[in-house]
């Protein structure tokens, strides 16, 4: 069955960093590229990050880039989101989902999801 | 990035009524719509893409319709399970993929 699960949450300060992880099980890992998806509190979904099968290629929403760094090891079938320079606007729960077609640059498709870790930035 | 405008905000609708759910992209995005259930305090679930195909295992009082800007999500006979906050996604070409602001679906 195709897993994915999310750890790495906690309360951290303004400014400081967080590195969460997404385990992947049930299927090929190194063929699909993986996205980051968060959820403020009591907000809709907003795309954060993602990451080709083959890590060639990145993408990040504006709000993330220069500060949030996606990376995966294929050998641990691990994906991994480093976050830092946190604000408070970054509250919310993280989730990975997998990309829906295997081996190519992105279909933006996200047909499988983890159960979500939860980020609090507060002082 | 192309916005996605989705209507309405809530919705609350009596077992076995027709729901309808709409959702508009800022520019012409072909087919590459989708549709997501998200239950309280559980991931989103994948219930339709390219705008009218039903994912496997998903009822099929669910639907979609639509191409090019304006999309439609319809729920033929309401069941109490589907009380949730439903989402659309827009997928054309490149990152980021953006998503409606959500409909939260109730019973009346």
């Known amino acids: 069955q195709v897993h994915l699960v999310e750890s790495g949450g906690g309360v951290v300060q303004p400014g400081r960093s967080l590195s969460l992880s997404c385990a992947a099980s049930?299927?090929?890992?190194?063929?699909?590229?993986i996205h980051w998806v968060r959820q403020a509190p009591g907000k809709g979904l907003q795309w954060v990050a993602y990451?080709?099968?083959?890590?060639?290629?990145?993408y990040y929403t504006d709000s993330v880039k220069g500060r949030f760094t996606i990376s995966r090891d294929n050998s641990k079938n691990m994906f991994y989101l480093q976050m830092n320079s946190l604000r408070a606007e970054d509250t919310a729960v993280y989730y990975c989902?997998?990309?829906?077609?295997?081996?190519?640059?992105?279909?933006?498709?996200?047909?499988?999801w983890g159960q979500g870790t939860t980020v609090t930035v507060s002082s | 990035d192309i916005q996605m405008t989705q209507s309405p905000s809530s919705l609350s609708a009596s077992v076995g009524d027709r729901v309808t759910i709409t959702c508009q992209a800022s520019?012409?995005?072909?087919?590459?719509l989708s549709w997501y259930q998200q239950k309280p305090g559980k991931a989103p679930k994948l219930l339709i893409y390219?705008?009218?195909t039903l994912e496997t295992g998903v009822p099929s009082r669910f639907s979609g319709s639509g191409s090019g800007t304006d999309f439609t999500f319809t729920i033929t006979s309401l069941q109490p399970e589907d009380i949730a906050t439903y989402y659309c996604?827009?997928?054309?070409?490149?990152?980021?993929?953006?998503f409606g602001q959500g409909t939260k679906l109730e019973i009346k």
């Open positions: 990451m080709w099968y083959d890590g060639s290629n990145k």
């Open positions: 390219d705008a009218s």
């Open positions: 049930g299927f090929i890992f190194s063929s699909y590229g």
């Open positions: 989902a997998r990309d829906s077609l295997p081996g190519t640059a992105a279909s933006g498709l996200l047909d499988v």
């Open positions: 520019q012409d995005i072909s087919n590459y």
């Open positions: 996604q827009q997928y054309d070409n490149l990152p980021p993929y953006t």
